[in-house]
């Protein structure tokens, strides 16, 4: 059974934005059985242009129910069902948040019909709905409103399955495995579809429980489906046929998945891991002073370096860009930050964008302010502070805890606990080991990602 649905919303963000209507058709795989429709009323206000999209304006849902005034009816109507949709994960993911700020967990089987369409009917210049229904000479009745476009959906699945090609290997709405049928016969679609879409670490083992690989994702599922249909290379396809079970720990937080993941994979050493860490954070910024006392810059291999980086990135190139527009931002010296080999002035001082430190040609002291601000700036922060962020259900939230510029382990928290002072809070933290990895992780995410609060104590 397929409950082939379309939604509308008030933005593209499941995280922030809200359903203001959805509409489902029933289908049994030859027909449809039924369909059941209704605007939302989002408790937000409808942006301007999304009217302008939808015309779906506040007033028309003022007196809509609201979600959770439907919740109940939408888990009951859809059960047993796959949910069908064009670009579906936009839908579904909505659909869960909208859930989960309920604090239920709606967990469906999904099917998408552009990725169907772009394997059952090849070669048309875009797939988007409105486009691949004008080339198949669908008519979409109300276009960009829920009941519209998924009835276009409709006519499109129903498309797909006359045109399926079996010998082909393109059978994917009426075979058992549907979309997993090629990745890994040792797993049971039942133990890939319990693989939640949330944020936590993943491992891999053989027939006889020895541990293969260790990964984190802010999407399990869509990761681990990732590995299973990896054939680049000879070690992935190997790594894929010896898996007979997977298992995953959530963390709500995407930086205590990689704190985690980083822990376990030295602690426990899974063969599948060793060339990952190898590569991870290749290049790192060093800094010194040259002969006449000006701060200087360089880019090295980590592995080549006794000491720590005052910051990491993945390859040379990443790495040059980002000191480049460092230089750039804070006026430094090109010749001084290893951006331009030259015994005389940097091309910078040519054209007037840098001050002359390359030819001694400002005071060290001017010169090395600046570029210590850089350094501030890209410091793990030396003081007390726990990083709280989301937790691994909504009610919680997670904690990570620095001392000194040391990581000293991380924590959940009971949102209900928030009134707690920081000796309890400091209680919820599990004791970690600080070690080079673990710090180089902490400061590519502060410089990089936001949280929900620091909180210096």
């Given at each position: 059974?397929?409950?082939?649905?379309?939604?509308?919303?008030?933005?593209?963000?499941?995280?922030?934005?809200?359903?203001?209507?959805?509409?489902?058709?029933?289908?049994?795989?030859?027909?449809?059985?039924?369909?059941?429709?209704?605007?939302?009323?989002?408790?937000?206000?409808?942006?301007?242009?999304?009217?302008?999209?939808?015309?779906?304006?506040?007033?028309?849902?003022?007196?809509?129910?609201?979600?959770?005034?439907?919740?109940?009816?939408?888990?009951?109507?859809?059960?047993?069902?796959?949910?069908?949709?064009?670009?579906?994960?936009?839908?579904?993911?909505?659909?869960?948040?909208?859930?989960?700020?309920?604090?239920?967990?709606?967990?469906?089987?999904?099917?998408?019909?552009?990725?169907?369409?772009?394997?059952?009917?090849?070669?048309?210049?875009?797939?988007?709905?409105?486009?691949?229904?004008?080339?198949?000479?669908?008519?979409?009745?109300?276009?960009?409103?829920?009941?519209?476009?998924?009835?276009?959906?409709?006519?499109?699945?129903?498309?797909?399955?006359?045109?399926?090609?079996?010998?082909?290997?393109?059978?994917?709405?009426?075979?058992?495995?549907?979309?997993?049928?090629?990745?890994?016969?040792?797993?049971?679609?039942?133990?890939?579809?319990?693989?939640?879409?949330?944020?936590?670490?993943?491992?891999?083992?053989?027939?006889?429980?020895?541990?293969?690989?260790?990964?984190?994702?802010?999407?399990?599922?869509?990761?681990?489906?990732?590995?299973?249909?990896?054939?680049?290379?000879?070690?992935?396809?190997?790594?894929?046929?010896?898996?007979?079970?997977?298992?995953?720990?959530?963390?709500?937080?995407?930086?205590?998945?990689?704190?985690?993941?980083?822990?376990?994979?030295?602690?426990?050493?899974?063969?599948?891991?060793?060339?990952?860490?190898?590569?991870?954070?290749?290049?790192?910024?060093?800094?010194?002073?040259?002969?006449?006392?000006?701060?200087?810059?360089?880019?090295?291999?980590?592995?080549?370096?006794?000491?720590?980086?005052?910051?990491?990135?993945?390859?040379?190139?990443?790495?040059?860009?980002?000191?480049?527009?460092?230089?750039?931002?804070?006026?430094?010296?090109?010749?001084?930050?290893?951006?331009?080999?030259?015994?005389?002035?940097?091309?910078?001082h040519t054209i007037r964008q840098c001050n002359g430190a390359c030819v001694q040609g400002e005071s060290v002291s001017s010169y090395n302010k600046r570029a210590e601000t850089l350094l501030d700036n890209l410091k793990l922060d030396r003081g007390n502070v726990l990083i709280i962020d989301q937790g691994r259900e909504p009610e919680e939230r997670s904690l990570v805890r620095i001392e000194k510029g040391m990581y000293m382990g991380y924590g959940y928290l009971s949102v209900n606990e928030s009134y707690l002072g920081i000796e309890q809070m400091l209680d919820c933290i599990n004791p970690a080991l600080d070690n080079r990895d673990i710090r180089q992780i902490l400061k590519n995410w502060l410089k990089k990602n936001k949280v929900e609060k620091m909180l210096y104590y």
């Amino acid at each position: 059974m397929f409950a082939i649905l379309d939604i509308e919303t008030t933005g593209g963000s499941p995280k922030t934005e809200k359903i203001t209507e959805i509409a489902i058709f029933f289908h049994d795989g030859e027909k449809v059985i039924s369909e059941w429709s209704t605007l939302l009323n989002p408790e937000k206000n409808i942006p301007y242009f999304i009217t302008g999209l939808t015309g779906i304006t506040n007033e028309m849902v003022a007196d809509a129910p609201k979600f959770y005034e439907v919740a109940r009816e939408l888990v009951e109507r859809t059960e047993n069902h796959t949910i069908v949709g064009h670009n579906v994960n936009f839908d579904y993911s909505f659909i869960k948040s909208e859930f989960k700020r309920l604090g239920f967990e709606y967990d469906r089987k999904t099917l998408c019909t552009v990725k169907l369409s772009r394997k059952i009917l090849p070669g048309h210049k875009s797939y988007s709905l409105g486009k691949i229904c004008k080339d198949l000479g669908i008519t979409i009745m109300d276009r960009h409103r829920a009941a519209g476009d998924a009835l276009a959906t409709v006519k499109l699945f129903e498309m797909l399955q006359d045109n399926q090609n079996g010998d082909n290997g393109l059978d994917i709405i009426s075979e058992p495995r549907g979309r997993y049928k090629n990745l890994n016969e040792n797993l049971t679609v039942e133990a890939i579809e319990s693989l939640p879409e949330a944020c936590g670490t993943y491992y891999f083992f053989d027939d006889k429980q020895q541990l293969l690989y260790i990964g984190k994702s802010k999407d399990i599922r869509h990761r681990v489906l990732s590995h299973l249909g990896n054939t680049t290379s000879k070690r992935a396809m190997e790594m894929k046929q010896r898996i007979h079970s997977i298992s995953y720990e959530l963390t709500g937080s995407e930086l205590i998945a990689l704190l985690k993941e980083s822990k376990e994979i030295k602690e426990q050493k899974p063969m599948y891991n060793r060339a990952q860490k190898r590569s991870s954070y290749y290049w790192g910024l060093y800094a010194g002073k040259d002969e006449f006392g000006y701060i200087t810059f360089s880019l090295r291999k980590i592995s080549e370096m006794p000491e720590d980086p005052v910051t990491s990135y993945n390859n040379k190139k990443e790495a040059r860009e980002a000191i480049t527009r460092m230089v750039e931002k804070n006026w430094l010296c090109q010749k001084l930050s290893g951006l331009y080999q030259t015994d005389g002035a940097c091309f910078h001082h040519t054209i007037r964008q840098c001050n002359g430190a390359c030819v001694q040609g400002e005071s060290v002291s001017s010169y090395n302010k600046r570029a210590e601000t850089l350094l501030d700036n890209l410091k793990l922060d030396r003081g007390n502070v726990l990083i709280i962020d989301q937790g691994r259900e909504p009610e919680e939230r997670s904690l990570v805890r620095i001392e000194k510029g040391m990581y000293m382990g991380y924590g959940y928290l009971s949102v209900n606990e928030s009134y707690l002072g920081i000796e309890q809070m400091l209680d919820c933290i599990n004791p970690a080991l600080d070690n080079r990895d673990i710090r180089q992780i902490l400061k590519n995410w502060l410089k990089k990602n936001k949280v929900e609060k620091m909180l210096y104590y």
